[in-house]
């Protein structure tokens, strides 16, 4: 009798959880719950009538490779990459293990030889691919956000200095990125020469040409707002005699927190998207030189595997900009 009851307490739902959705129900009004449901359920339908006309689409378009992938192929690819990935830290898993034996019996015969540990050789992964592009776009971002703002400060608090450089930021703005990089790539290597360099030279040139690329939306947005602050505020400050530091941190900076988030979030996704050119076309590592690999490759696979990029591309750019608009919601007073 016992084990039967304990068998029928284990398939209902704990009695918390119950007790969360009443309360949850009776805090929402009928209206309330009504519009929940529909920003739930209208993003879902519009997905699934992507995919469904994705699915019977991509079979009607031939191309050289074969036919363009499906969702049930893309999925399928999506899961070997991860499945390659894993074989692949398995790996470099067992080559630092022989290393570490193989060290261990060399310091048994003599304690003071030098051993070393090297990094396995093998190609990156697609998640090794991804963590470096992310690495290396949020590298650009702040860079840019660190010569953006304080530029776009001094911008908008001078209109003499706005003046002069108005014209200079509405030349170098519109510059795409294919056009930054052969010069940066030059520069680079011309400038960055070590025997032992800390930051590898793809590296810096893929993260140079998204900061020249992106930091312009977050100058302008940061100028605007600065000389848009409300004059009570200005006059209160006249009237305080603020320094200029203190004029900007307590009276400035706040005021034009919005508007320097709206260029912060512009100018992620341009960093995103400059990014992925950037390295398909400077072949430096990433999710970028990883579709120029499989477009070269030209296997039967290799149209769903940059599809799986292409999504993943997406996605990420997505995230990013969610998460840009939570810290704005922390931090700007009119969130």
């Not at 192929?73 to 990935?85: A, I, T």
């Not at 703002?149 to 170098?172: E, M, S």
């Not at 990883?290 to 292409?310: K, P, T, Y």
């Amino acid at each position: 009798m016992t084990t039967i009851t304990s068998a029928k307490n284990t398939s209902q739902p704990p009695r918390w959880l119950g007790q969360r959705l009443r309360s949850l129900g009776e805090s929402l009004t009928p209206g309330q719950l009504a519009a929940t449901g529909r920003q739930m359920l209208l993003p879902l339908i519009g997905i699934l009538v992507f995919v469904g006309f994705w699915h019977l689409a991509a079979p009607q378009v031939d191309t050289s490779l074969g036919s363009f992938p499906g969702p049930a192929q893309v999925w399928e690819q999506s899961g070997q990459l991860w499945q390659e990935h894993v074989n692949q830290r398995e790996r470099a898993d067992k080559f630092i293990a022989m290393q570490e034996e193989r060290n261990a019996r060399i310091l048994a015969d003599n304690p003071e030889a030098e051993v070393r540990i090297r990094n396995y050789p093998g190609a990156p992964t697609f998640p090794d691919q991804i963590l470096t592009s992310l690495v290396t776009v949020l590298a650009g971002f702040i860079v840019a956000t660190a010569i953006a703002v304080p530029l776009g400060i001094v911008v908008g608090l001078n209109r003499h200095f706005q003046a002069a450089v108005n014209p200079l930021i509405q030349v170098f703005k519109p510059v795409s990125p294919l056009a930054w990089l052969p010069l940066v790539t030059m520069v680079v290597s011309a400038t960055y020469v070590s025997d032992d360099p800390m930051f590898e030279k793809s590296f810096l040139t893929s993260m140079i040409t998204v900061t020249l690329c992106s930091l312009w939306p977050t100058l302008i947005n940061t100028s605007v707002g600065v000389a848009a602050v409300n004059p009570d505020l200005l006059n209160v400050s006249r009237v305080l005699r603020l320094s200029f530091w203190t004029h900007v941190r307590k009276v400035v900076l706040p005021s034009s927190v919005p508007m320097i988030f709206t260029g912060l979030r512009v100018s992620l996704g341009i960093a995103w998207m400059v990014l992925i050119a950037a390295e398909m076309l400077a072949q430096s590592p990433g999710l970028g030189k990883f579709v120029w690999d499989e477009f070269q490759n030209g296997s039967s696979q290799s149209l769903s595997r940059i599809m799986v990029a292409v999504l993943a591309i997406g996605f990420i750019g997505f995230v990013l900009d969610r998460v840009m608009l939570l810290i704005q919601r922390r931090v700007a007073w009119n969130e």
